[in-house]
């Protein structure tokens, strides 16, 4: 088990309609079959705002410019093996439609009413709620 909490970075890609864009996960290690927020850990020496640029661009080749950070999440481990994470959620408006790479098998734009037509891994369920209730 890792020691040190692990920092992650989440897209809250809307479209012009207010719609937020999320990605179903594929040939990955965890979360496979199951939706969530692009996105994924910050590397050695990038700032929060690099590496959401970097991930929006690997996972959906869609431009994360300006990105605004709206809000933090804590996962602290409650069982072994589990890993600390401290997740921090970005606001990011595009006009085009997203190009996935092979961690995703498909996409969606989902509203709060929709919400709950998902599976999501990471908690980003958790987090859509929060921002469509507070954080926008």
């Known amino acids: 088990m890792n020691q040190h909490p692990q920092i992650a970075v989440r897209a809250i890609i809307e479209n012009r309609k207010g719609a ?3 990605l179903k996960r594929a040939n990955t290690s965890s979360g496979d079959g199951l939706w969530c927020l692009p ?13 959401i640029e970097r991930e929006v661009a690997e996972e959906t080749q869609l431009s994360c410019r300006n990105p605004r950070c709206l ?3 804590e996962s602290v481990p409650t069982s072994t093996p589990a890993t600390h994470y401290i997740t921090f959620y970005f606001f990011c408006q595009v006009d085009q439609e997203p190009m996935l790479n092979f ?5 969606a734009w989902i509203t709060p009413q929709q919400l709950q037509d998902f599976q999501f891994a990471f908690l980003n369920d958790v987090a859509l709620r929060r921002y469509w209730t507070d954080a926008r």
Not at 39 to 51: E, F, I, N
């Open 20 to 22: 937020v864009l999320v």
């Open 71 to 73: 809000f933090f999440h």
């Open 39 to 51: 996105g994924g850990k910050v590397d050695y020496g990038q700032t929060l705002a690099q590496a």
């Open 103 to 107: 961690e995703s098998s498909d996409f």
